[in-house]
C-alpha cells in the first residue's frame, strides 16, 4: 500500500491559513525578530520569550482558524459573562501593583481579565445583532451601548486606561457596523466634547499629569515627561535611513525606557528611519485591507461584524502606539502588534487573527 506524503496529510492543518494575510504577519514577525534582538540586547532572555510568545500566538491562530463556526458564535454569551465576572472579582479579590489592581490569582498563577475583554466584548455584541438582525431598533444599540460599558467602566476602575480604550473600540466598531446612525455618531461626539470637563474631575492624578504631560513634555523633562521627550529624540534622529541595525544610540545608550515593550517603534524608528516606518505603516495599512476585504465577504452578520471589529482593533493596537511613541497620543501603555515583548498581548492578537482566517476560511466554503 503506498504511503500518502507528508506534504498532503498536514495540507488539510494549514489550509486554514489566508495566504495573504499571512504573508503580510510573517514580514512583521520577521522585522520584530530583527527589532527585539536589538533592542533586548542587554535584557537576557527577553529576545527568547519574544519569539516563544509569538510562536504561542501562532499556536493559539492556528486553533482559532480551526474552530468550527458554530461553536465561536454558541461561545460569545459565556465568553462575555465569564469576563465581567473576572472584572468584578479582580475588583474585589485583585492583586494591587503600582497603585493599580489588575490582576487575579487562579491556583498556582495570575491573570489579567481585561485582555479577555478584548475579544470577548466583540464577540458578544457581534452575537447580539445577529440575533436581532432585520429588527434592530434604537433600544437595541442602547442595550449594546450597556454591554459595553460594564466592562469598560470595569477597566478604567482599576485603573487600566489603555485596556479600557482597547475594549472600547472593539465594541464601538462593531456598534458602527451593526448600522448606527451618522446622526447619532455626530451627537455623541458632541456630546463627548461637552463632557470633557467631567471627565477631568473624574481622572486619576497620573492620567490628569499624562495629559498635561503631552502638551508640554518639557515641564518635567526628569520626570513625567522623559519617556515622550527621549522616544521623541530616537524617532527623530532616525532620520530618512536610519542609523543601521544595531546602531541606535539613544537604545543602546539606554535612553529609551520600556524599549522591549511599549517603546519599541523608537528602537525601530531610530535604527531603520523613515524609510522603514514607511514599510511598517504599509504593512499594517495591508493587513486592515486584507481584514475588512474578509470582513466584506463574510459567509454572516455575525462573521462580518466580528471580522470588521478584529481588524480595526488590530489597527487601533498599530495608530494608538506609535501615536503615543511619536508624541501625538498621551502614553496609554498601548502595545505594537507583533512587534513588543508581552505574552497575554500576543495570545490575544493571535487568537483575533485567527478568529479573522477562521471567517476567511468559511467564507471560500460557503463561497464553493
Not at 469576563?83 to 485583585?94: E, P, Q, S, W
Request: with cysteine; charged share 10%; hydrophobic share 55%.
Amino acid at each position: 500500500m503506498q504511503q500518502t506524503p507528508l506534504w498532503q496529510r498536514i495540507r488539510p492543518y494549514l489550509a486554514v491559513f489566508d495566504p495573504t494575510l499571512c504573508i503580510l504577519l510573517a514580514v512583521i514577525v520577521l522585522i520584530s525578530g530583527v527589532t527585539m534582538y536589538s533592542a533586548a540586547n542587554d535584557f537576557p532572555g527577553r529576545f527568547d520569550g519574544h519569539m516563544r510568545n509569538l510562536f504561542v500566538a501562532f499556536v493559539v491562530m492556528w486553533a482559532a482558524a480551526n474552530l468550527p463556526p458554530n461553536w465561536i458564535s454558541r461561545s460569545a454569551v459565556p465568553i462575555y459573562l465569564l469576563g465581567v465576572l473576572l472584572l468584578i472579582a479582580v475588583a474585589l479579590f485583585g492583586d494591587t501593583s503600582k497603585g493599580a489592581r489588575r490582576w487575579l490569582h487562579i491556583g498556582v498563577t495570575r491573570i489579567q481579565p481585561s485582555e479577555i475583554l478584548k475579544i470577548a466584548m466583540p464577540l458578544m455584541l457581534a452575537w447580539y445583532f445577529q440575533k436581532r438582525e432585520g429588527i434592530l431598533n434604537w433600544a437595541d444599540f442602547l442595550l449594546a451601548g450597556l454591554m459595553l460599558m460594564v466592562p469598560v467602566l470595569l477597566i478604567a476602575r482599576q485603573p487600566d486606561l489603555g485596556t479600557a480604550i482597547l475594549v472600547f473600540a472593539a465594541g464601538a466598531f462593531v456598534i458602527f457596523f451593526a448600522g448606527l446612525s451618522w446622526k447619532l455618531i455626530v451627537g455623541l461626539g458632541a456630546a463627548g466634547i461637552a463632557a470633557l470637563p467631567l471627565l477631568w474631575m473624574v481622572m486619576k492624578d497620573y492620567q490628569k499629569q499624562r495629559v498635561m504631560t503631552l502638551i508640554d513634555p518639557s515641564s518635567d523633562p526628569l520626570g513625567k515627561g522623559f519617556h515622550i521627550i527621549q522616544s521623541t529624540i530616537a524617532v527623530g534622529s532616525g532620520g530618512i535611513w536610519g542609523k543601521g541595525w544595531m546602531q541606535g544610540t539613544q537604545t543602546h545608550l539606554e535612553f529609551i525606557p520600556e524599549r522591549t515593550t511599549d517603546f519599541i517603534f523608537a528602537v525601530y524608528s531610530e535604527e531603520f528611519g523613515l524609510v522603514g516606518n514607511v514599510v511598517l505603516m504599509l504593512l499594517y495599512l495591508g493587513v486592515l485591507a486584507r481584514g475588512l476585504a474578509i470582513a466584506g465577504g463574510a459567509a454572516n452578520i455575525f462573521s462580518r461584524l466580528l471580522a470588521g471589529a478584529i481588524t480595526l482593533i488590530f489597527f487601533t493596537y498599530a495608530f494608538v502606539n506609535m501615536g503615543m511613541v511619536s508624541g501625538i497620543l498621551p502614553v496609554v501603555g498601548v502595545p505594537l502588534p507583533l512587534m513588543s515583548y508581552g505574552g497575554t498581548a500576543q495570545v490575544t492578537l493571535g487568537l483575533g487573527l485567527g478568529l479573522l482566517m477562521n471567517i476567511a476560511r468559511h467564507r471560500k466554503l460557503v463561497q464553493t
